[in-house]
């Protein structure tokens, strides 16, 4: 059975991973710890080979080989050796969309896990470029890098590509252990998205844009209006806690919240129940008399509160 993305770009090819592994321990998404997929199980025409890091597969250049067509989604860096490019491009290689997920270097390389990224993404692109590939960029969605959308799309022109790909981070590898402070809620990013689309239609870039067609970030998660989950504060650690939260999120679009109000992380995580559920409802142990300015700013997103 083959592992591929559902999407598939204009040119109609689909996206299928090729192997699980990353370089870096990056904070991005669509990574596993699954063995990489046979390789009769990935050829066939029309492919966008993606990852994971689809160079860090051994026998890539005899999938390329026996997949006409096929294009690489990657974050570029094996791509700068200009031998390394010259072979994939005997093999067969057409297409690179590399991944260059914000205008600004220390953004990217944040993303990515490691210093230098950026700039070799931006060498690999030019390199792709002057071998003659058909060339994408590949941009993340996240929440501290959606404002600076605008400018990645005025450098992806200046760059001399035209094709942009832009999604939102999905909750899979290791964003989903900080998902709620690194995915991108649609109220927030709407305008983001607008001003970069506007951006791309003067400039002319042709902009593909996944994962943020719901109306709200409830729907897009595909959760039921009428469900509300009860959560409870308890002892364990906060990350934990984040972590339950966001499995909720998944499935629910309303909360209730319960706990004791002097729980040391409490007021922080009502704030990321109001950004991950349309509706959160409140029920406190004991008094907030005690909570700074700060925490009681983060009440202002409840729909209901009741202590005691």
Known sequence: MQDHHPSAGADGRTEHVATWRTRFATRLDRAANRPDPE????VGPGRWFTGGEPTLRADLPELISASPGAGLVTDGLALQSPA???MLRRRGLTAARIQLHSARPDAHDWLMGRKGTARGA???????????LELEVEAVVTRPTSAQLSETVELVERLGVRQMVVRRLERTGPAALDFVALSPRMGLTAGHLDKARAVASRLGVQLDVRGFDGPDDADVFGAPATITETFRFTDE????????????????????????????????????CTRLFDRVDATLVGST???????????????SLETG
Not at 122 to 132: F, H
């Open 39 to 42: 390789l009769d199980e990935l």
């Open 84 to 86: 390394a490019l010259s």
């Open 122 to 132: 931006l060498k690999a692109i030019r390199a792709c470029a002057a071998a003659g």
């Open 237 to 272: 650690p906060s990350r934990e806690l984040r972590v339950r939260l966001v499995r909720i999120a998944e499935l629910q679009r309303t909360l209730r919240v319960v706990g004791h109000a002097d729980h040391p992380a409490a007021a922080d995580l009502l704030r990321d």
């Open 289 to 303: 008399d005690a909570w700074s300015d700060r925490d009681r700013r983060q009440l202002k997103g409840l729909a």
